[in-house]
C-alpha cells in the first residue's frame, strides 16, 4: 500500500483546501471592501471629506471604500452603527465635533463613549463655520446682524444641521457674546437647510465653510462673518466674528475612529495612510478649494485633542443652557 505523505499530497493538489484556509487567515488587510459610515446625510463637510478620503484610499488599498451615510438624530444613531460594527477594520466612523465633542455633554443618556468605545484614528479636518444669509436678508456683515437681531428680538431666525451640531452651538455661543434673540430652526443636516436657504425659505444660517462655499462664491447665499480668529481659506474677504465680538472663535472638526476592539495594526496603517495622503500637494489643494485646513494626529495626539474639545463644549452646552431638541 502506498502511503501519500503531506508533501505529496501538495504536488499533487489534494491539500489545496488547507493551504487556501492558510491562504485566507493570511490575507493581507484589507481584502474586501471597507466602510466609513457617516453619521449625517450627504452634503455637509464631514460627507464631503470621508468621500475625498474613500475616493483617495480605494486607489492606495486596491479595495473600495464605500461611504454609509446615517443621518439623523443628532448623529447618535450613525454613532451607533459604528460602536457596534465588527472590529475587524472593515468599518469605521466619521466622527465630528458635534457627536464626539458636543452630545457627551448634550446628551445626559448618550448610548455611546467616545473615547471608551472608539479607536481615534486621526482627525482629518479642522475648518471654520461661517454665518450665512439669504441675499433677501437685510443684514449683509455680523454688526449689522447684531444689530437688526437687537432691535427686532425674536423675529429672526436660523437654521442648523441639527441640535447640538457645531453649526448649532457655534451659533448659539455667538448669541449668547453678542446677547442676541435668534430662533433656532434646526434640521437633519446642513444638506436640507441650505436647501430651505437658497429656496429663501429659512434666511439664515450657520454652516461648515466646505459645504457652503460654492453657493457665496456664485452669489446665491452672502457671508457675514467666519467662526475662527483668523480669516478662512478662499474666504479672506469674510472677516471673522470675533472682529465684531471680541473673545469669539469657534472650528468644527471631523476624523475617523475605529470601534473599540479594532487591532492596532490597522488603526497605525489607517492613520499612516491618510496622513501621508493629507500631505499629499495635489489632495491639500482639494482641502483649499473647499475653505478648510488638513489637520492629520496620531492617534494619541487625536484622544488628546478630542478630550479638550468635549471639555470646552461641555461649557458652553452649561453657560448657554442647551437641551437635545432646542
Do not use: C
Not at 468621500?51 to 443621518?71: H, P, S, Y
Not at 491618510?274 to 473647499?290: C, H, N
Amino acid at each position: 500500500m502506498k502511503v501519500i505523505t503531506r508533501r505529496h499530497a501538495v504536488a499533487l493538489g489534494l491539500a489545496s483546501p488547507f493551504i487556501a484556509t492558510g491562504a485566507r487567515a493570511q490575507a493581507p488587510w484589507p481584502s474586501k471592501p471597507v466602510r466609513f459610515i457617516v453619521p449625517f446625510p450627504p452634503g455637509q463637510a464631514a460627507d464631503i471629506f470621508a468621500r475625498l478620503m474613500a475616493e483617495k484610499l480605494t486607489d492606495v488599498w486596491k479595495q473600495q471604500v464605500v461611504v454609509d451615510n446615517k443621518g439623523g438624530g443628532g448623529g447618535i444613531p450613525g454613532v451607533e452603527a459604528g460602536k457596534t460594527a465588527a472590529p475587524d477594520g472593515y468599518t469605521f466612523l466619521i466622527a465630528t465635533s458635534g457627536t464626539f465633542g458636543v452630545n457627551p455633554s448634550l446628551y445626559p443618556d448618550l448610548p455611546y463613549k467616545p473615547l471608551v468605545d472608539f479607536k481615534p484614528v486621526t482627525n482629518i479636518i479642522r475648518g471654520p463655520l461661517v454665518i450665512v444669509a439669504h441675499p433677501s436678508f437685510p443684514a449683509s456683515t455680523v454688526a449689522e446682524l447684531i444689530e437688526l437681531a437687537r432691535k427686532e428680538p425674536g423675529k429672526h431666525s436660523y437654521a442648523s444641521a441639527g441640535p447640538g451640531t457645531a453649526q448649532h452651538l457655534s451659533m448659539e455661543l455667538f448669541k449668547l457674546q453678542a446677547k442676541l434673540d435668534i430662533v433656532h430652526i434646526p434640521y437633519k443636516g446642513s444638506g436640507p437647510a441650505m436647501a430651505d436657504l437658497l429656496g429663501g425659505h429659512v434666511k439664515l444660517m450657520m454652516d461648515s465653510t466646505a459645504s457652503s462655499l460654492g453657493a457665496i462664491r456664485d452669489g446665491r447665499i452672502k457671508a457675514l462673518g467666519v467662526t475662527t480668529a483668523r480669516r478662512a481659506p478662499l474666504l479672506d474677504n469674510v472677516p471673522p466674528i470675533g472682529d465684531t465680538v471680541p473673545g469669539y472663535d469657534s472650528a468644527g472638526w471631523s476624523g475617523l475612529v475605529a470601534p473599540a476592539r479594532t487591532p492596532d495594526e490597522i488603526v497605525n496603517k489607517v492613520n499612516a495612510d491618510l496622513v501621508a495622503l493629507m500631505r499629499d500637494p495635489a489632495v491639500l489643494r482639494q482641502f483649499e478649494e473647499r475653505a478648510t485646513l488638513a489637520a492629520p494626529m496620531t492617534p494619541a495626539e487625536f484622544a488628546d485633542f478630542m478630550a479638550k474639545d468635549m471639555a470646552t463644549w461641555a461649557e458652553v452646552v452649561k453657560a448657554t443652557g442647551t437641551k437635545p431638541g432646542t
